[in-house]
């Protein structure tokens, strides 16, 4: 047999791909001579399909392209058919990267509805693809990657390379024992394919707003383990590591889709007949954008924290021993304050080492309020979250600063 035939399928995290993966086994083999006494007289044999390939982690190919997820064609980045991208209300700030995400889904599968804390349930073989990307811009020092200080609007399936800069794509598989697994590739320099890079990726970049100064900062590809801290569903990081943004309170919004389509997500999965148990928009929750002024400074607060702390700062989570829980149906809560910060000292936390920074929340003073300090810090022991942030959030340091600055509760012992 040619030694460019394949003899064997490759073997997927989804045991319902076997079957199409044995047929196009067999395809190859009849191609090349083999299997089925197929010859050079015979007529030719169709390429094998070119549908996405969900691997197991251990088996992941080194370049992001072997996945079929999406394709570098003129002068875009443009997912594949089988995916469906989706937004959040209110989603995680990874020093101001832009972010495509999307859903790929074994066909004949589909999504359990859960309206609760937890994600929508994903069926095994499920691939969640997030690609981290910047606007391009024109910086100060030719060492560092510029990128530009933009909020992001954009929507569709596709990301424009000549006014954006691909930095990396990672993959989030729902393995055969229901467990996730996460894979980083890192985008190379010609931005025509990405490579695995497991033991993750420092790269400098120059951060350069519309108008004033600069700013040098180092982003972090966070390696496989890394994921854990962020994703693991306890606190010693022995429960599995599951999805963050796609709940239904974040997934019950608007996408532009392209070519007129402009629907509700949810909508749009159920319409797909990708998911199972929803019930329509009746009822359905719906988390506020968090940069919607037109909505509740309430709302728009706990929307944000739900998104950026909550996934550890949560009953089970990997700072659950700190007692600051910071889900969403838990701030503001009127019986138990303390359990989202007010007047509540830290546990786990030794200080900020600044005077004045007594309680996790004091309301009415952001500026004694320790939450207030660690979202406007960056540096080793002082970052919130821990990882995945390298540069301040400045709107939502606004955000956060002014809610607690109208929080009308009894005053903390000084």
């Known amino acids: 047999m040619n030694s460019n035939c ?11 791909f076997l079957a199409s993966a044995l047929l196009a086994s067999t395809l190859l083999l009849s191609a090349c ?12 044999t169709p390429p094998p399909p070119s549908s996405p390939t969900i691997y197991a982690p251990a088996e992941a190919p080194a370049k992001l392209s072997a996945w079929k997820l999406a394709e570098v064609a003129g002068g875009k980045l443009t997912l594949d058919d089988a995916l469906l991208p989706y937004d959040l209300n ?17 066909p004949g599968k589909k999504i359990g509805y859960r309206s609760g804390d937890t994600a929508l349930d994903f069926p095994v073989g499920t691939a969640l693809v997030k690609t ?9 020092d030719a060492n560092a990657l510029a990128v530009g200080k933009k909020t992001q609007t954009v929507q569709g399936t596709s990301i424009d390379l000549a006014t954006y800069h691909l930095v990396e794509t990672r993959i989030l598989v729902r393995q055969a024992d229901g467990s996730w697994a996460g894979l980083p590739y890192v985008w190379d320099a010609d931005q025509k394919d990405a490579t695995l890079t497991r033991e993750g990726k420092y790269v400098t970049m120059e951060l350069v707003p519309d108008s004033g100064a600069t700013q040098k900062f180092t982003y972090l590809v966070p390696n496989t383990q890394t994921c854990q801290q962020c994703h693991a569903a306890s606190n010693n990081g022995s429960g599995s590591a599951d999805p963050i943004g796609p709940k239904a309170r974040n997934l019950n919004k608007t996408y532009n889709y392209g070519g007129g389509i402009v629907k509700n997500q949810l909508v749009q999965l159920d319409d797909k007949g990708w998911l199972s148990g929803f019930t329509g928009l009746a009822g359905a929750p719906k988390n506020a ?15 944000y924290l739900d998104v950026n702390c909550a996934h550890c700062h949560n009953g089970r989570g ?6 600051l829980l910071l889900t969403h149906d838990n701030i503001g809560s009127a019986s138990s304050p303390d359990t989202w910060g007010v007047c509540k000292l830290p546990l786990a936390y030794v200080g900020t080492g600044q005077v004045g920074y007594k309680y996790d929340i004091d309301p009415g003073r952001p500026q004694s309020s ?6 406007s810090h960056v540096g080793q022991g002082q970052t919130m979250p821990i990882v995945g942030r390298q540069t301040n959030h400045d709107e939502a340091i606004a955000l956060v600063g002014d809610w607690i600055g109208q929080l009308t509760l009894p005053a903390c012992a000084p």
Request: proline fraction near 5%.
């Open 370 to 375: 320790i939450l207030m300090y660690r979202i």
């Open 33 to 44: 001579g083999g299997g089925g006494g197929g010859g050079s007289g015979g007529d030719p």
């Open 318 to 323: 990997g700072a659950s021993q700190s007692g």
């Open 90 to 106: 209110s989603a995680l700030f990874s020093d101001y990267a832009f972010k495509l995400r999307a859903i790929y889904v074994p």
């Open 6 to 16: 394949i003899s064997a399928p490759r073997r997927s995290v989804a045991g319902a």
């Open 289 to 303: 954008n968090w940069q919607d002024t037109s909505q509740s400074l309430e709302a728009r607060t706990k929307a």
């Open 132 to 140: 981290f990307y910047f606007p391009k811009a024109t910086g100060t």
